[in-house]
């Protein structure tokens, strides 16, 4: 602890800036890395808000939200679907 308190006074002033700016740019990978992997992953979707209506909401709903919600959930299970199969796949190729 005493060689890094040494290092840290032989600094002179000047130098918090610099833990700020590396901090900072960190923090922008680091969102830019998550937007990137939000968007390859579906996460902007803005359809998803229709998988939580079911059948039994139809008469509730207005007939093309309702054939909407429909396709949504089709479509997620299809996409469900698909990625068990790959999961499952690469099981098979694991064990082989």
Same mark, same amino acid.
């Given at each position: 602890m005493e060689k890094i308190d040494l290092f840290l006074n032989n600094l002179g002033e000047g130098w918090t800036i610099? &833990?700020?700016l590396v901090s900072g740019v960190a923090i922008v990978v680091a969102a830019m890395i998550g937007v990137v992997w939000a968007a390859k992953n579906d996460?902007?979707?803005e359809d &998803?808000?229709?998988?939580v209506f079911t059948e039994s909401d139809k008469k509730r709903m207005d007939p093309?939200?309702?054939?909407?919600?429909?396709e949504v959930v089709a479509d997620q299970m299809q996409k469900r679907d698909e990625f068990l199969e790959?999961?499952?796949q690469e099981?098979?190729?694991q064990r082989s």
């Open positions: 610099y &833990i700020w996460q902007f979707d &998803i808000k229709y998988l093309e939200e309702y054939k909407k919600s429909r790959k999961k499952y099981r098979q190729k």
